[in-house]
């Protein structure tokens, strides 16, 4: 078994990042715009923040608190989508449950969308030709691209249906000619197609639900849940696999650091796009 080092692999595409950005006539810029509390938010803006410095990027922050109303945060957006200085602009989630989230992803201006969430971006992902791939899916990719694992012809199984991970990743893996089957939480026997998986991507949220008894010989997992219990984070893959798969992302160090690399990279491309 082999793991996916995607702290290695993050720091050799942060080198790269930061290589470029020191070419370019400006700092390119990435705007957050967070709204409520949500603690985990907190730890991956920080995350983010600090991958930007280490990059020669600069990030700007946004905090609106629950109260604020809806139009005051559209207005922001629509703000720096007209700001020439700012190259990305995200929305970090999850947000309060009273707001309308498609609504305000949608205000992005799409040539900024780099967490590749706006209808527009997921259309082009279905297209087939897209700009900007959500930042965890592109980073799966990039571990495809670099340990040389090719999907042409293979079983690829995801679990987890969501537009952030689930969607985008099963689109991007057909788009690689491979045959996918996805799955979620009304799925009846999930063992049924996890044990026929060349390629296992989860994503879910529970602890350790995909265990050795459920994976073929010489799998490739990739790992993207994070489950944080009592202080300690867990993948949705019980370790135990590793003397069965011959690939594993390890949680953490596999998906979690490639999903902040990716998200520099695509402001690099939105960079580019609005200097060319
Ligand atoms: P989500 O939380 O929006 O949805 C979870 C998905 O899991 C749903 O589609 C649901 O149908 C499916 N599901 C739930 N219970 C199931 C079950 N018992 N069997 C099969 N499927 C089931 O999804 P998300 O936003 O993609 O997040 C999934 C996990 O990935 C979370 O743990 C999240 O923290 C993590 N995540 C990690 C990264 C990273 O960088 N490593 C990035 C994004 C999300």
């Given at each position: 078994?082999?793991?996916?080092?995607?702290?290695?692999?993050s720091?050799?595409?942060?080198?790269?990042?930061?290589?470029?950005?020191?070419?370019?006539?400006?700092?390119p810029?990435?705007?957050?715009?967070t709204?409520?509390?949500?603690?985990?938010?907190?730890?991956?803006?920080?995350?983010?923040?600090?991958?930007?410095?280490?990059?020669?990027?600069?990030m700007?922050?946004?905090?609106?608190?629950?109260?604020?109303?809806?139009?005051e945060?559209?207005?922001?957006i629509?703000?720096?989508?007209?700001?020439?200085?700012?190259?990305?602009?995200?929305?970090?989630?999850?947000?309060?449950?009273?707001?309308?989230?498609?609504?305000?992803?949608?205000?992005?201006?799409?040539?900024?969308?780099?967490?590749?969430?706006?209808?527009?971006?997921?259309?082009?992902?279905?297209?087939?030709?897209?700009?900007?791939?959500?930042?965890?899916?592109?980073?799966?990719l990039?571990?495809?691209?670099y340990?040389?694992i090719?999907?042409?012809?293979?079983?690829?199984?995801?679990?987890?249906?969501?537009?952030?991970?689930?969607?985008p990743?099963?689109?991007?893996?057909?788009?690689?000619?491979?045959?996918?089957?996805?799955?979620?939480?009304?799925?009846?026997?999930?063992?049924?197609?996890?044990?026929d998986?060349?390629?296992?991507?989860?994503?879910?949220?529970?602890?350790?639900?995909?265990?050795?008894?459920m994976?073929?010989?010489?799998?490739?997992i990739?790992?993207?849940?994070i489950?944080?219990?009592?202080?300690?984070?867990?993948?949705?893959v019980?370790?135990?696999?590793?003397?069965?798969?011959?690939?594993?992302?390890?949680?953490?160090?596999?998906?979690?650091?490639m999903t902040?690399?990716?998200?520099?990279?695509?402001?690099?491309?939105?960079y580019?796009?609005?200097?060319?």
């Amino acid at each position: 078994m082999e793991k996916l080092d995607g702290k290695l692999l993050s720091a050799k595409i942060k080198d790269e990042v930061k290589a470029l950005s020191d070419s370019y006539k400006q700092t390119p810029i990435l705007a957050v715009v967070t709204v409520g509390d949500d603690e985990a938010s907190k730890v991956y803006v920080e995350n983010k923040r600090k991958a930007c410095e280490q990059c020669d990027m600069s990030m700007m922050h946004f905090s609106y608190d629950e109260s604020t109303r809806e139009s005051e945060i559209i207005k922001k957006i629509k703000e720096l989508n007209k700001d020439k200085s700012v190259n990305g602009i995200i929305l970090q989630l999850p947000i309060p449950k009273k707001y309308n989230t498609k609504k305000i992803l949608n205000t992005i201006d799409p040539k900024k969308d780099v967490d590749g969430l706006t209808d527009i971006s997921q259309g082009k992902i279905m297209g087939g030709n897209s700009t900007f791939v959500p930042c965890t899916p592109k980073g799966i990719l990039e571990i495809f691209d670099y340990y040389k694992i090719d999907l042409e012809g293979r079983h690829v199984v995801v679990i987890g249906r969501s537009d952030l991970v689930g969607k985008p990743i099963m689109l991007e893996c057909i788009n690689r000619n491979a045959t996918v089957t996805m799955c979620h939480s009304k799925t009846k026997n999930l063992e049924k197609y996890t044990k026929d998986a060349d390629v296992l991507i989860v994503a879910v949220g529970k602890k350790h639900l995909i265990d050795k008894t459920m994976i073929k010989d010489n799998a490739v997992i990739i790992d993207v849940g994070i489950s944080r219990i009592e202080g300690k984070i867990y993948g949705d893959v019980n370790p135990d696999v590793e003397s069965k798969a011959s690939y594993v992302t390890p949680v953490p160090g596999g998906v979690g650091p490639m999903t902040v690399a990716m998200l520099l990279k695509n402001t690099m491309i939105a960079y580019e796009l609005q200097n060319k």
